[in-house]
């Protein structure tokens, strides 16, 4: 992708150097989801409970209801996954800033929450998880004597 014949954005570059030299692949695709999210005013709520309002303290674990969409506080309820301190702060982060370095807080479990949640928002997976498996395969075969 170029724009009016310069050279590709420096964010897309960044990306794919990510992909290339990561030990964290299911990281920088959760952070590159998440981002993608929140541009398009998709993204989960994360930082408040999404039946009464009240705002979830920085960095403290939470309930996620991925058919909500949002973390839920014990007084509403509950919500059936538990998103660590650690996850929630790293996942709220990637949506809301450019980023620019892999997050290692974004692991496979918040993955799988964000991929509950867009299956069930979306009606179906997204395609994005193909190329996470994809670039494995490649890299495996590249290992081979």
Known sequence: MRIEGGA??????RFFELLEESRALVAVHLAFT????????????????GRC???????KAA?????LGAI???DCGGAPEKLSGAQRSAMIAAGTRVW?????????SA???????????L???????????????????SKRP
């Open 8 to 13: 590709p954005p420096e964010r897309i570059v």
């Open 34 to 49: 998440l981002r993608l999210l929140a541009i398009t005013g998709h993204a989960p709520n994360l930082e408040h409970c």
């Open 53 to 59: 309002a009240r705002i979830a303290p920085v960095g």
């Open 63 to 67: 309930l996620f209801d991925p058919a």
């Open 72 to 74: 839920v506080c014990r």
């Open 100 to 108: 620019d370095a892999v997050d290692e807080r974004l692991d496979a």
């Open 111 to 121: 993955a799988a929450l964000i991929s509950t949640f867009l299956t069930h928002h």
């Open 123 to 141: 009606t179906r997976r997204l395609a994005g998880g193909d190329v996470v498996s994809q670039v494995r395969e490649v890299q495996r075969r």
